[in-house]
């Protein structure tokens, strides 16, 4: 996952493990498989409709999940996995321990260690929430910095619009989260400001995780 609050001076940024808690990493994967993880995992990399040769970067990997899926099955692309957890950027060597063309770094969406345009695409999955509004800012600008001309962002988060009985972990994150941040346009916005092309392409409804909103941000020629 990524950091929560700004940093201070001659410090790293703050950020919210992977599993909330060090102590909970243990049973992340399993947590987030019971959620049905695997399912916004195969809808973003279809619609990110990658090619061969192409470089792909993954912002807040966690456990490196999505990251793995893609490479396997993508063989023929280059895939990088950021994240600020090093406990759980360690669970995601191992999982990739046996696939080339696929590493994990240790870095912060708002300050990216790369050159600019050196990727085809960037993807999110069910991070940006977790973000406070100045540091959303900052990793819009980097996502744009970093991928090429004609690159694409593709995003998944909560929407924050919780319906009936449907979504009673979205309602409870909105309390105490900065989820509400993503209600409406205001994702497309933010990425729009950054210089990004951005719309939402698709809604899902979730039972536990409420409305689940799809993304695509083009980078102009």
Known sequence: M?????????????????????????????????????????????????????????????????????????????VVGSDPDPRALAIAQRKARNLDGIRFERGYSQKLPYADGSFDRVLSALMLHHLDQDTKIATAGEVARVLRPGGRLHLVDFTGEAHGAHGFLSRNMMKSGHLGDNAGDAVPKLFGAAGLDCERVATRRHPVLGAVGYYRAVRPV
Do not use: M, W
Not at 17 to 43: E, I, K, M
């Open 2 to 78: 990524e950091p929560v609050t700004k940093n201070h001076p001659n410090t790293e940024p703050d950020y919210l493990p992977a599993a909330g808690r060090d102590a909970f990493l243990p049973f992340y994967d399993l947590f987030t498989g019971l959620l049905g993880a695997a399912a916004v995992h195969r809808t973003l990399i279809s619609q990110a409709a990658l090619a061969d040769g192409q470089r792909v970067l993954e912002i807040g990997c966690g456990t490196g999940n999505l990251s793995v899926r893609l490479k396997r099955a993508n063989p023929a692309v280059e």
